[in-house]
């Protein structure tokens, strides 16, 4: 039992990293297009599981709203939207296939020869102390999240806040012209 504690955190990172390149092998080989969007939501929330594991807790964050909700939907509408039925059944697909096959096995060389000669895996570290940069030294930030808040809030306000206003005249003017119909 104190074996799978101590080897927990690469479990999850190894059972992540697999959910990752399945999702992402079920959307390029699903031919459904609703199947492989599913896909694809799998690999953004794996890949925010990983961000977790690595303690970063922002981009874990921004990873699972952006990713996994903005970019998501948008995808699904423009699903809903194409009418797949009157799309052209092309078997451009197989004429292909010798190049694509060649490619494979080119990657998959590459792929094992880096398994083999790289050492690599996960280095889970324990939660770290920032100093922002302009910082007081005694004014220690703890965590990855309150690192990237401090420095976005305290140095970088005025260019957020620009950045906040486009966006939000983008959002008007495509609520706008959506509406003009």
């Known amino acids: 039992m104190s074996a799978l504690v101590a080897h927990g955190p690469a479990l999850l990172f190894y ?3 697999a959910l990752t390149v399945v999702g992402a092998l079920g959307v390029v080989t699903l031919k459904n297009p609703m199947y492989g969007a599913i896909s694809l939501l799998l690999s953004f929330l794996s890949i925010a599981v990983l961000f977790l594991l690595r303690n970063a807790e922002f981009l874990a964050l921004v990873q699972a709203f952006v990713y996994g909700g903005g970019i998501m939907v948008l995808f699904l509408f423009v699903i809903m939207l194409v009418n797949l039925h009157k799309l052209d059944q092309a078997k451009a697909f197989w004429r292909q296939s010798p190049a694509a096959l060649v490619l494979a096995v080119l990657l998959l060389g590459l792929f094992g020869w880096f398994f083999v000669h790289v050492a690599f895996g996960p280095a889970f570290a324990q939660p770290q102390v920032f ?3 302009g910082a007081p030294a005694d004014t220690a930030v703890s965590g990855n999240s309150q690192a990237v808040a401090w420095s976005l809030y305290r140095d970088y306000l005025l260019p ?5 206003l486009f966006l939000l005249v983008a959002m008007i003017g495509a609520v706008v012209l959506g509406r003009r119909q």
């Open 15 to 17: 059972l992540f990293a």
């Open 131 to 133: 100093v922002t940069a």
């Open 160 to 164: 957020f806040e620009i950045a906040s």
